[in-house]
Nanobody, 120 residues
């Protein structure tokens, strides 16, 4: 079993910044062997990939956030982060953390989400 807990969401003005955190907990699996990712979803819409940070710390980003968002990980703390800068109205979504073994193509484990609202 893998348990993920997101935090750091909130209300922010356009152009502002937030940093999301996701803590990975498991008695059977090692965080360092997992690719981690951030996804977001608005009501009635599909869940979209925002960023992925692999077990070797290489990253991929959706075009809509590239240059504004930065994913990172701290293996000593079993934590992945998403630094979000220059936030826009369209960034308003429920943000989820996900985990998959580095040999897998499926995001097997999900957190419950943290809400990000961009409003003036």
């Amino acid at each position: 079993e893998v348990h993920l807990v997101e935090s750091g969401g909130g209300l922010v003005k356009p152009g502002g910044s937030l940093r999301l955190s996701c803590v990975f907990s498991s008695s059977a699996y090692e965080f360092m062997n997992y690719d981690m990712s951030w996804h977001r979803q608005a009501p009635g819409r599909e869940r979209d990939l925002v960023a992925r940070i692999y077990s070797n710390s290489l990253t991929d980003y959706a075009g809509s956030v590239r240059g504004r968002f930065t994913a990172s990980r701290d293996n000593a703390k079993n934590t992945v982060y998403l630094q979000m800068n220059n936030l826009e109205y369209d960034d308003t979504d429920l943000y989820f953390c996900a985990a998959r073994p580095k040999w897998s193509s499926i995001d097997n484990w999900w957190g419950q989400g943290t809400q990000v609202t961009v409003s003036s």
